[in-house]
């Protein structure tokens, strides 16, 4: 690992601020991802800013219905609260469907959202990879891509989102609050918030240098039948092949966002007309303009499937 410089932020402007002004700086919150990219030298931070004081680790409801979750709120406690239980059961089942019990208590609601790809050559660091070092190349495409995107990559990167968490605030129309370092608040709808990765797959969302998440905020409860349904290669502690986070009503309409199929968790709404017709038809358009690479087109039918799972367990 290399050295760093490290300290404490008192106030989410002044971290936002720090972190503009100082060269090389992050944010840690539990560290469970960032300090591993760091001990492979994937990141070398310069400067790390603690934001764990901050006090951004409550619950709230919002005037019009909705919960806003703080930015360090860990995954345990947003899992188990009983508001998100009852009323947003997909974020609660899609958080533990991630990671281990240790990880989820220290894992936070902005770290998660931030969490960097799986993709074996990213964490290679004798292998090319353009999101690790813009230009290089890709060595995932020609490469081992079984876990790797069936849709919206591009000739740079072919990388996806790892959050199990993500999915389900997109299927959840949530809103991420941040403070940039001017000291202005800005609030990102969640479906514009992680980008595709085009030519430049190492600019991962729409923050700005410094810009500090300070929460998210769902909407008021979508009510239905809530599922979240991970496929993957072992039952616990590994990373989403392919997710299906699905939100059904009663008359069989409802929304359906897919993790583990591309660099950003994948939904289509004008898809959801179809869901009414059936998997068949909502996965031809969710899915339409797809390109699986030589070792994941297992995935296409993976997705149909898995849909007709989650939507026959919503009928009960
Ligand atoms: C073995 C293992 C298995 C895992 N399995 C899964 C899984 O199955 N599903 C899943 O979804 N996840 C999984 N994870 C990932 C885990 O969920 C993430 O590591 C965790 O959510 C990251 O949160 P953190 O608070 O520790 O982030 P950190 O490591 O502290 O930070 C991550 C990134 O977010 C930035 N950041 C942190 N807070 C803020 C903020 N407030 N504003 C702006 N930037 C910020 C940091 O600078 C850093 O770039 C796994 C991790 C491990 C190690
Ligand atoms: S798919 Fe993306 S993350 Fe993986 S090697 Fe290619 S550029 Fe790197």
């Not at 591009?154 to 609050?177: N, Q």
């Amino acid at each position: 690992m290399r050295t760093f410089t490290y300290e404490r932020a008192n106030s989410p402007a002044e971290a936002a601020a720090a972190a503009e002004r100082t060269l090389g700086a992050k944010f840690i919150a539990g560290g469970t991802n960032l300090l591993d990219l760091m001990k492979l030298e994937i990141e070398a931070p310069a400067h790390l800013i603690d934001v764990n004081g901050l006090d951004l680790d409550s619950i709230e409801p919002t005037p019009d219905g909705g919960l806003r979750i703080g930015a360090l709120v860990r995954n345990t406690d947003l899992a188990a609260d009983p508001r998100v239980r009852r009323d947003y059961g997909v974020l609660s089942r899609a958080l533990l469907a991630g990671a281990s019990g240790q990880l989820r208590n220290k894992a936070t609601t902005a770290g998660n959202l931030l969490q960097r790809t799986r993709c074996p050559y990213f964490y290679d660091t004798a292998q090319p990879c353009n999101k690790r070092q813009p230009g290089s190349g890709c060595a995932a495409i020609g490469g081992f891509n079984r876990q790797l995107a069936v849709i919206g990559g591009s000739e740079a990167c072919i990388a996806t989102h790892p959050s199990d968490m993500a999915v389900a605030m997109r299927v959840l129309d949530a809103t991420v609050e941040t403070v940039r370092p001017d000291g202005a608040t800005r609030f990102i709808p969640i479906a514009d918030f992680h980008r595709l990765p085009g030519d430049t797959p190492h600019i991962e969302t729409a923050l700005v240098p410094g810009e500090l998440i300070t929460a998210v905020t769902l909407p008021k409860p979508a009510g239905g039948t809530q599922v979240y349904r991970k496929v993957r290669d072992r039952a616990s502690y590994a990373f989403a092949l392919v997710s299906v986070a699905a939100i059904v009503q009663r008359d069989g309409s409802g929304r359906v966002a897919l993790g583990g199929v591309a660099h950003k968790p994948w939904r289509v709404e004008a898809a959801e007309a179809a869901m009414p017709q059936g998997a068949k038809a909502v996965t031809a358009q969710l899915l339409a303009g797809a390109k699986p690479a030589h070792d994941n087109a297992f995935k296409l039918p993976l997705v149909e499937r898995t849909l007709a799972s989650v939507l026959t367990e919503a009928k009960g």
